[in-house]
């Protein structure tokens, strides 16, 4: 099968590289000429684990192509699938649909035979069927059906999700683009993955529906992890007690800085925004978006009263600034509220990531980068744990406390403990939802 692939950021690119992987061929179109020729140069523009050599191996088979060219990548494509960003809209949380929009009538302008135009990209009810209006009204003799295939891929494991998905959902009007969507995933149909096939809007409505129950479930935790500190109980051996339960599961049950990422904080909003449309308010969803910045403003005040009230004067190592480990994306990350107010405090903050340098440069003006997170604590009066990358996870404590100028650590996402912390020399240790010592 012939499929091209609008848009290769993070959904885009990986999808588009599994999709060659399956043995179609499989045309990858940016409006960004720099990604375009970093892609032809056999270079990724992001960071994914495992996607360079997948992407590698399916160029050198002649599987897989790049272009800024869309009309020329379309040309006999039996799919053209849409991966564009759908950001936030500014001023009322509505997701954006103006690079869906546009692609939709690019596509339509330049399609000539049958197609199925398949919506990826996170988009609110109802947007395939404005799509099927757009391309309707810019080809009017064209023959083709609207798609939606939301994806549920996680950055830093986008790869094995994609090739060994949950599920599939496709959402179809009739059984010709069914068919086609079916012959595009037979790979994972042969290998027994399941493939959920529902009209339109309730494909589009699934994917809001689960981010918001994971956003919810995340929320849930560092809610109960604040009352934890309150009330002298330990989250983890909460939320380990609680995730034994089958009926609630041990998945997405990590107190921490409150949820960031590409998806979550923009797809609540929209969610929220959506029912405000349809006057059938989600009271649970914009009570989650509500207690997700309390939980980012509450860590602010944790690391205030480790630095005795005040942040000026003070020099603080922050280890992780991306959303989560294995990715550069730094899109709407917890590092992206606590660092500015760090810096805007008078700290003098000292930033390691293994990744994340080149995306947060301009996001986080007056920092210091280090490649070595010894070398950023040095001389620090306050180490911050924000991102729990590996390189992190098992750190020599005692070295690093013996750098520092006073040995004091916030550990956002509970990858240590107070014990641990003690032995090493640390002076104070804070977790999240869990006793520390001052
Ligand atoms: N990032 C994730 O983990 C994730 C997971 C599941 C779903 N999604 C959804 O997938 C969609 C894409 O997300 P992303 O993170 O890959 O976005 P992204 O911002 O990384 O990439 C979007 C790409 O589309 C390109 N583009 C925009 N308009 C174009 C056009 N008309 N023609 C060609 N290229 C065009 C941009 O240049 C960019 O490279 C969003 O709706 C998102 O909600 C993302």
């Not at 809209?89 to 049958?114: C, F, N, Q, S, W």
């Not at 042969?190 to 479930?217: C, G, H, Q, W």
């Not at 040995?407 to 104070?428: E, H, K, Q, T």
């Amino acid at each position: 099968m012939k499929i091209a692939m609008i848009g290769t950021g993070y959904v885009g690119l990986v999808s588009g590289v599994c999709f060659s992987d399956f043995g179609h061929t499989v045309v990858c179109v940016d409006k960004d000429p720099r990604k375009i020729e970093m892609l032809e140069r056999g270079e990724v523009p992001i960071y994914e684990p495992g996607l360079d050599a997948l992407m590698a191996k399916n160029v050198d088979a002649g599987r897989l192509s790049f272009t800024l060219d869309l009309p020329a990548a379309i040309e006999g494509a039996e799919a053209v699938f849409i991966a564009v960003g759908t950001p936030t809209r500014r001023g009322d949380g509505h997701a954006d649909l103006t690079y869906v929009m546009a692609a939709a009538e690019e596509i339509a302008k330049a399609a000539k035979d049958y197609v199925v135009i398949v919506t990826k990209s996170t988009v609110p009810v109802g947007t395939n069927r404005k799509v099927r209006d757009v391309v309707a009204a810019a080809n009017p003799g064209l023959d083709f059906d609207v798609a939606s295939n939301p994806e549920f891929l996680r950055e830093g494991a986008a790869i094995d999700d994609f090739m060994k998905p949950d599920r599939v959902v496709v959402g179809v009007e009739n059984d010709r683009a069914a068919k086609v969507m079916s012959e595009i995933y037979r790979p994972l149909y042969l290998r027994d993955f399941p493939i959920v096939t529902t009209d339109l809007e309730s494909a589009e409505m699934i994917k809001y529906a689960a981010n918001a129950f994971l956003a919810t479930k995340i929320t849930f935790i560092n809610e109960i992890a604040a009352l934890c500190e309150k009330v002298g109980a330990d989250v983890k051996q909460v939320s380990k007690g609680m995730g034994m339960d089958n009926r609630i599961g041990n998945k997405f049950l990590h107190a921490g800085p409150g949820y960031g990422g590409s998806c979550f904080p923009k797809d609540t909003k929209a969610l929220a925004r959506i029912g405000q449309e349809h006057a059938s308010p989600m009271h649970i969803t914009e009570a989650v978006i509500a207690v997700n910045e309390d939980t980012k403003r509450r860590m602010i005040g944790k690391l205030q009263d480790l630095c005795d009230g005040k942040f000026n004067g003070k020099t603080v190592c922050v280890l992780g600034v991306t959303f989560k480990p294995n990715t550069d994306d730094m899109r709407d990350a917890p590092s992206l509220t606590i660092v500015p107010a760090l810096v805007g405090g008078g700290a003098k903050v000292k930033v390691c990531d293994p990744q994340g340098q080149h995306e947060g440069e301009g996001l986080l003006p007056g920092v210091q980068w280090h490649d070595d997170p010894y070398d950023a604590a040095k001389g620090a009066d306050l180490l911050v744990l924000l991102t729990e990358w590996n390189e992190f996870r098992a750190l020599d404590l005692n070295r690093i406390a013996q750098g520092m100028s006073r040995a004091v650590m916030a550990d956002l996402r509970n990858i240590y403990n107070a014990n641990v912390a003690r032995d090493a020399g640390f002076v104070a240790y804070e977790g999240v939802g869990r006793i520390g010592y001052v």
